[in-house]
């Protein structure tokens, strides 16, 4: 199948920098890369609002309409959100498909997910997202068809009455609760073998799998693309003292993530709610990656995990010659693909983490060998000796502030 030739279109309003507004061309460009599709033109035009009715101007509608003949244009995305009305207005205009950012965000997700749990959250956003705007859809909905913007719910469902896809997103909310409860039972099980959680977290195509993959020794998907991975994985890693932690993937930020896809992928990023530190991980070689750890910093902010303790990862030092200056701080500068920075990357944990921790010393008997696998395995040791007039083993290193040490008593 050949790729579909895209034409998009954005407005920049007066309180929008040029450089977030370059840089949200520039991601649209990469989405729609990503989507399967090629980028013809990128039309933009400067206005104090958006127009309520066809979103762009007069003189521009006419424009695209003739780049859209030029250019066998497919598919229209507009950097926006559209609203019911814009989307129909502008398919009687144009005569060819029209999606707007969030349906083509949706639809990238649509492709990606994997899991029983991806694929209800994707198919959930979806038709919340589409509910109201089945109007604004024109000839599109009634054929069926495929191509960008397409993927996920069919167009039959989309056609059928409200009534229908009001039914269906009662029958995946419920579906869901149940996936949501299994997931929290998952957890509790964690929290109560005391699993110290480490989320990777970050913008999009940062590099966070290739991290997660050369530090498990694992294979979820790599790929030079938006939202290469959507469903979180979880696998165990040791650091250099020996203290075990669970890893967890997580699905990639980018800035005006639709904020029914951000509901309905709840609880996915809770996984980042629940972790015990993050590593949010930065492509230092993008030219907007100050605007990118932005965007990272208010999403925490908003799943109310800011105050959770983070080393920012700095990744891809190797693809840039200039110097940059950290914005966050503990910080470390990699490149995920040198073995040499990884093993780094796992002392500056451990030395973060005895920042954040207390220190403790501990005397334990020999035969209570349990208690000193457990303080190996739970706790940063950093001094290891045996006592032979007092016949006992002294431990001394870190742990973390919650943990009571209960498990070093006698068995």
């Known amino acids: ?131 109201p705007r089945l109007g604004g859809q024109g000839v599109e909905l009634s054929r069926l068809g ?53 989320a990777i977290v970050g ?8 991290i997660f993959n050369r530090l498990t020794s694992s294979d979820s998907l790599e790929e030079n693309q938006l939202f290469a991975t959507l469903d979180p994985l979880t696998r165990k890693i040791n650091l250099p003292s020996g203290f075990q932690a669970l890893l967890t993937d997580t699905v990639g930020f980018i800035q005006d993530l639709p904020t029914a896809l951000i509901a309905s992928f709840r609880s996915t990023l809770e996984e980042v709610n629940e972790a015990d530190f993050l590593l949010h991980v930065v492509d230092v070689s993008q030219e907007n990656q100050v605007e990118q750890q932005k965007t990272v910093m208010k999403l925490l902010e908003e799943l109310d995990a800011k105050s959770i303790p983070m080393l920012t990862v700095y990744n891809k030092r190797d693809l840039t010659e200039e110097d940059v200056i950290p914005l966050q701080h503990p910080y470390i500068f990699i490149s995920a693909y040198e073995s040499e920075d990884l093993e780094k990357l796992l002392y500056k944990i451990e030395s973060v983490l005895r920042e954040l921790w207390e220190e403790y010393s501990v005397e334990i008997e020999p035969e209570n060998g ?42």
């Open 146 to 198: 495929g191509g960008i913007g397409t993927r996920g719910p069919g167009e039959t469902k989309l056609e059928s009455d409200r009534r229908h896809i009001r039914n269906r997103i009662t029958e995946i909310k419920r579906r869901l609760k149940l996936v949501v409860k299994q997931r929290e039972q998952y957890r509790k099980r964690r929290k109560l073998n005391a699993a110290f959680q480490i």
């Open 370 to 411: 349990n208690a000193l696998v457990k303080l190996e395995r739970n706790t940063i040791v950093t001094d290891k000796q045996f006592d032979e007039d007092e016949n006992k083993y002294i431990i001394q290193g870190y742990k973390n502030i919650n943990d009571p040490l209960i498990y070093i008593t006698k068995n």
């Open 1 to 131: 199948m050949s790729e579909e030739r895209i034409l998009i279109i954005a407005v920049k309003k007066p309180e929008q920098k040029d450089e977030r507004f370059q840089s949200s061309l520039e991601e649209l460009i990469s989405l729609g890369k990503t989507a399967g599709g090629t980028v013809e033109r990128v039309i933009t035009q400067n206005r104090t609002r958006i127009h309520p009715a066809t979103y762009i101007g007069e003189g521009k509608m006419e424009e695209i309409k003739r780049d859209v003949k030029n250019f066998d244009i497919d598919l229209i995305i507009s950097n926006d959100e559209l609203s019911p009305g814009q989307l129909r207005n502008l398919n009687n205009y144009f005569g060819v498909r029209i999606i707007d950012r969030s349906q083509l965000i949706l639809d990238i997700f649509a492709g990606r997910a994997k899991t029983k749990e991806g694929k209800l959250q994707v198919e959930l956003a979806q038709l919340e997202y589409m509910l």
């Open 203 to 210: 913008y999009t195509n940062a590099g966070k799998s290739t």
